[in-house]
Nanobody, 119 residues
């Protein structure tokens, strides 16, 4: 099971740090990713990280602003989001991903955490 937290309301230009706590599975053996879904839009890839944390992958829309990291000793995935924009608004989810670091292994999603970027 995966549980996202850390979302909230922030002004444009602000920062948030999301967390994803994993339980019931061998977290350290999986590459992980962050995804988001804005109202009326499809879920989209935001960030991916290998099981070791040595490689990461981002779409151009967040590159240079978002940083994904993980602590395998705490079974936790993080997403540091800086210079937030209104278009970053959405529900953020974490998931195990495949070798591409951008495709989820499952269609099962947690509750996610809401991020709202607004003046």
């Amino acid at each position: 099971q995966l549980a996202e937290s850390g979302g909230g309301l922030v002004q444009p230009g602000g920062s948030l740090r999301l967390s994803c706590a994993a339980s019931g599975r061998a977290f350290s053996g999986y590459s992980m990713g962050w995804f988001r879904q804005a109202p009326g839009k499809d879920r989209e890839f935001v960030a991916g990280i290998t099981w070791s944390g040595r490689a990461t992958h981002y779409p151009d829309s967040v590159k240079g602003r978002f940083t994904v990291s993980r602590d395998n000793t705490k079974n936790t995935l993080y997403l540091q989001m800086n210079s937030l924009k209104p278009e970053d608004t959405g529900v953020y989810y974490c998931a195990a991903v495949d070798y591409s670091l951008r495709s989820p292994l499952s269609n099962s999603w947690g509750q996610g955490t809401q991020v709202t970027v607004s003046p």
